[in-house]
């Protein structure tokens, strides 16, 4: 009898496979109780930090959960080292402690306490007896200013997550972020002023230079004719676009107060004759139309399911057939920053009220239900920052 042509479960009924799969699940659960069972068991685990082969892997996972108990600690050498601008008095090469001391307004004691711990993170490194240059870390938040924005902006988050058994049940009125974020919630914000957005639009823009940058090596932008970026703040991706795609006409869709703070950057880059800003809220106002590409960068993440489907379906609507939308922004799942969506992002939007990171499946359902096609992922050099996700409308 010649072999089947298709794999062997589609092949078996519907019940056969359901049987398959609790049987195979059964499985897999006892194995995973057993391993669970010998990780707890205090002889195995002592036999596997004498054992020179498992060695290496028990000293790992120790280092791991020890990491994990002193993250805050850690985060907090590295808010000293940007409020002191630590990294930028090392930028002209190694310094000696008494000097540092004296440039960072230390005493002695408490900038070699400094080093010795920024030393240990690789913020700095030694560069022999009691001098200090920058450390590869160190030079990572020089080179981009974003990172120390962030490095600040996160005292909001650390006091909203001071009791977070209290957040997971729904508690924590008055949070820190969600005033920070003042669209996130169900109020209209077309009317939010400039003293409401000029905040978040600043620490945006900041940290989107590392994003931009990873967005416009990502994809072609110049094959198009027309683009609209939604929510788009004060124009700093626009302006890494147009740098790549010279005949492009460009569109901004935000706030007023923010649109407004985009055309100013427009009109200083020289991009006012073919780059402008609309005010509109997205959650009530029309799209522009008349583009064949829009994106959505760093959008969809700050948002719950509901708001995102009725985002995807007014993309729809403004994109002729055949048009792309292009979303940007950190996924869910992704291989080697599981951390950036499962952790740092489900506890940040949680405290912010709103949205949850998605993986790229979910986010490939949720185009396809809008009514999108050919729904793909390209490649980021650093997935870690975001990744990419394209989505056409169907051709007639």
Avoid: N
């Avoid at 068991?41 to 002592?46: N, Q, R, Y």
């Avoid at 920053?337 to 740092?344: D, K, L, T």
């Amino acid at each position: 009898m010649p072999f089947p042509s298709r794999p062997f479960a589609t092949i078996l009924p519907h019940r056969p496979r359901a049987a398959v799969g609790r049987l195979w699940r059964g499985i897999r659960d006892r194995v995973d109780a057993a391993c669970d069972r010998a990780g707890l068991d205090p002889g195995l685990v002592a036999f596997a930090v004498r054992f020179p082969l498992s060695r290496p892997i028990a000293r790992a996972r120790a280092g791991a959960v020890f990491d994990l108990c002193a993250g805050f600690v850690y985060s907090q050498v590295l808010v000293a080292c940007v409020r002191l601008d630590l990294f930028g008095h090392l930028r002209g090469g190694p310094r000696a402690t008494p000097d540092l001391a004296a440039a960072l307004g230390l005493p002695e004691a408490g900038a070699r306490r400094l080093l010795e711990a920024a030393a240990s993170l690789r913020l700095v490194a030694r560069a022999g007896r009691d001098r200090y240059r920058l450390g590869p870390l160190g030079r990572a938040v020089l080179l981009d200013p974003g990172i120390a924005a962030m490095v600040e902006h996160h005292a909001m988050l650390y006091r909203d997550l001071a009791d977070p058994v209290a957040l997971l049940k729904g508690g924590g009125a008055g949070r820190a972020l969600e005033a920070f974020w003042s669209y996130s919630g169900t109020e209209a914000a077309s009317g939010h002023g400039r003293e409401r957005t000029l905040a978040y639009t600043r620490l945006m823009s900041a940290s989107q230079a590392m994003v931009s940058r990873e967005v416009v090596r990502a994809y072609p932008f110049a094959r198009h004719r027309r683009m609209v970026d939604v929510a788009g703040g004060d124009g700093t991706f626009l302006q890494a676009v147009a740098a790549v795609a010279p005949a492009l006409d460009l569109t901004l869709f935000d706030l007023p107060s923010v649109a407004a703070e985009a055309e100013a950057r427009f009109a200083a880059a020289g991009l006012s004759a073919r780059a402008r800003a609309v005010g509109g809220d997205f959650r009530h106002d029309a799209i522009p139309a008349g583009a064949d590409l829009v994106s959505l960068v760093r959008v969809l993440h700050d948002h719950d399911d509901e708001a995102v489907a009725s985002l995807l379906a007014a993309v729809r609507r403004a994109l002729p057939p055949g048009g792309t939308l292009l979303v940007a922004e950190p996924l869910a799942e992704t291989a080697g920053a599981e951390r950036v969506g499962g952790a740092y992002f489900g506890f940040y939007l949680l405290a912010m009220g709103q949205g949850r990171a998605r993986s790229f499946a979910e986010l490939s359902r949720m185009l396809g239900e809008a009514g999108f096609v050919g729904v793909e992922r390209r490649p980021t050099s650093l997935p870690i920052v975001t990744g990419v996700i394209l989505a056409r409308v169907p051709s007639p």
